[in-house]
């Protein structure tokens, strides 16, 4: 059982993509509960290369929330991810190299 700091019946966000590769996610079973919540690889382009966004096949595509006024830029339903919403048009700078 996972402690959480609200009331699993009225979360604070859904529509997230719950999915990791940590051998002990947290939580994951009752984030999935949530609404709209998803655990699935979210097939980005090339994370390897640093691009993640979502791949053509991606479970994220169109799964955000539905709100009108949550909308991609391109009018389509909400994206979960860095890249949806009607802000999602942006795109990252380069790496630089850091410090
Ligand atoms: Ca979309």
């Known amino acids: 059982m996972c402690a959480l700091p ?4 009225d ?14 996610p ?3 079973e009752e984030f ?3 609404p709209g919540n998803i655990a699935a690889d979210p097939r980005f382009v090339e ?8 791949g053509a096949d991606s479970p994220c595509s169109d799964a955000g ?14 994206d979960i991810g860095a890249f949806g919403g009607p ?5 990252p700078l380069p790496d630089d190299g850091g410090p």
């Open 6 to 9: 609200y009331d699993v019946d």
């Open 11 to 24: 979360p604070p966000r859904g529509h997230n993509d719950t999915w990791t590769t940590l051998e002990r």
């Open 26 to 28: 947290y939580c994951r």
């Open 32 to 34: 999935a509960t949530w």
């Open 47 to 54: 994370p390897d290369a640093d691009d993640y966004r979502l």
């Open 65 to 78: 929330i539905p709100d009108d006024e949550f909308r991609d830029f391109d009018g389509s339903r909400n």
């Open 87 to 91: 802000m999602g048009d942006w795109t």
